[in-house]
């Protein structure tokens, strides 16, 4: 801008000297000067919208985390609301079993089982890994031989071991001749691994083999 302010004064002996008529280099100095003029202002106005593209990105990266954590969190409330359900659903189970129990001992009666499980021939084998607490010395003697497979009586006297229950597939439970502190255990291993639980309805032990059978084969392959 010096510049041009300096070839603004010194032009008059160019214009007395070569005959340049007096507002055709004004103009020229004018124009240029305006040319300048807009190059600058579009460089601030580049200037500013880079700044705010940068602004825009940082709040995009913000945005993404916040998206991503909040999708996490969802996952995790879906997976602990499953598991509500499952434990939700096996305590009705259980419930629905023990009223059953209670209501037959009130009425002095004892459940059938099912017809399509009369013509069941013993020893019947299990499908899957079960495992069966309480019942007298005489019951569990005489129910063993007509359960067969990957079935564990746990004998009187035994305290219950946690990882017998975690990795069974049914636990079923005989309630007389089971102790509190027993029952406790099991059943705080059982809703902690959300294993399936059973119980005896009867007291004699082919009727209870039954009653097991019949679940087995619900339970499927």
Request: charged letters at 35%; aromatic letters at 8%; a negative charge.
């Amino acid at each position: 801008m010096m510049l041009l302010g300096e070839s603004r004064h010194q032009s008059r002996d160019w214009r007395l000297r070569f005959g340049i008529p007096d507002g055709l280099l004004d103009d020229l100095v004018d124009s240029v000067t305006e040319g300048i003029t807009e190059r600058m202002e579009l460089h601030d106005s580049v200037e500013d919208l880079q700044g705010k593209l940068d602004t825009l990105k940082k709040e995009n990266d913000q945005l993404k985390r916040v998206a991503y954590e909040t999708e996490r969190e969802i996952r995790e409330l879906r997976k602990k609301n499953e598991t509500l359900i499952q434990k939700s659903q096996a305590e009705r189970r259980e419930l629905a079993e023990l009223c059953e129990i209670v209501f037959l001992r009130e009425n002095d009666t004892e459940a059938e089982p099912e017809e399509d499980l009369e013509q069941v021939t013993f020893p019947y084998e299990v499908q899957h890994t079960v495992v069966v607490f309480g019942g007298h010395d005489t019951w569990s003697k005489a129910i063993r031989p007509m359960l067969t497979g990957d079935i564990r009586f746990v004998d009187r006297g035994m305290r219950p071991d946690a990882d017998l229950i975690r990795h069974a597939e049914m636990v079923w439970i005989q309630p007389n001749s089971l102790s509190h502190a027993d029952y406790y255990k099991i059943i705080h291993v059982i809703r902690t691994w959300n294993t399936p639980l059973h119980y005896f309805q009867f007291a004699s032990a082919e009727k209870c083999a039954m009653q097991l059978a019949r679940e087995d084969r619900k339970q499927g392959p």
